[in-house]
T-cell receptor, first 111, second 114 residues
Framework: GESVGLHLPTLSVQEGDNSIINCAYS??????FIWYKQESGKGPQFIID?????DKRQGQRVTVLLNKTVKHLSLQIAATQPGDSAVYFC??????????FGTGTRLTIIP | SAVISQKPSRDICQRGTSLTIQCQVD?????MFWYRQQPGQSLTLIAT?????????ESGFVIDKFPISRPNLTFSTLTVSNMSPEDSSIYLC???????????FGPGTRLTVT
């Protein structure tokens, strides 16, 4: 469904630690999921995607986990760096339907 | 991934006026999308623009308020008409990646209506 809310969930992580950002999606029929990173003053940047026939996908320092049973998506960032500070959005879609965005989580890396 | 540019990057406009936002892509793309992101919130799709056809608007958005042009496969414009302070938002252009379902975003246009 549509994301709502004026207050973004926040997560603070010490530099060098791993971070996990969670997302609950709404449509059990969704078959494609994307994580985006949005830095202040910029547009969302594609990070990693995953299809519903997978439960894990790895990129460079990032891993996305998909649990279809509970409709949960997570983004793990290893060895966080100051440049990882941003708002992270998950997005879902079904077939050719529109991409629907989650609320977003603000990640702050503490030096 | 496609390289997307938007003009203007930001603007301050008076209520009742209109602003046209341009989106340019460095490669031909089938689908272009326009989103609105209100302060501190997530992204909401305004409309989908395919070349050679009328844009498809999402619920709550109408062509009279947000007319869209898509004259070719690398360019689109979104006009925000008869603006009010409630239209103050970031407006984002997005394109399909041409591979799988990837979708990429431009840098956005930050609009403030006074």
């Amino acid at each position: 469904g549509e994301s709502v809310g004026l207050h973004l969930p926040t997560l603070s992580v010490q530099e060098g630690d791993n971070s996990i950002i969670n997302c609950a999606y709404s449509n059990s029929a969704s078959d494609y999921f994307i994580w985006y990173k949005q830095e202040s003053g910029k547009g969302p940047q594609f990070i990693i995607d995953i299809r519903s026939n997978m439960d894990k996908r790895q990129g460079q320092r990032v891993t996305v986990l998909l649990n279809k049973t509970v409709k949960h998506l997570s983004l793990q960032i290893a060895a966080t760096q100051p440049g990882d500070s941003a708002v992270y959005f998950c997005a879902e879609k079904r077939g050719n339907e529109k991409l629907t965005f989650g609320t977003g989580t603000r990640l702050t890396i503490i030096p | 991934s496609a390289v997307i540019s938007q003009k203007p990057s930001r603007d301050i406009c008076q209520r009742g006026t209109s602003l046209t936002i341009q989106c340019q892509v460095d490669s031909q793309v089938t689908m272009m999308f326009w989103y609105r992101q209100q302060p501190g919130q997530s992204l909401t799709l305004i409309a989908t623009a395919n070349q050679g056809s009328e844009a498809t608007y999402e619920s709550g958005f109408v062509i009279d308020k947000f007319p869209i042009s898509r004259p070719n496969l690398t360019f689109s414009t979104l006009t925000v008409s008869n603006m009010s302070p409630e239209d103050s938002s970031i407006y984002l252009c997005s394109v399909d990646g041409g591979r799988l379902d990837e979708q990429y975003f431009g840098p956005g246009t930050r609009l403030t209506v006074t």
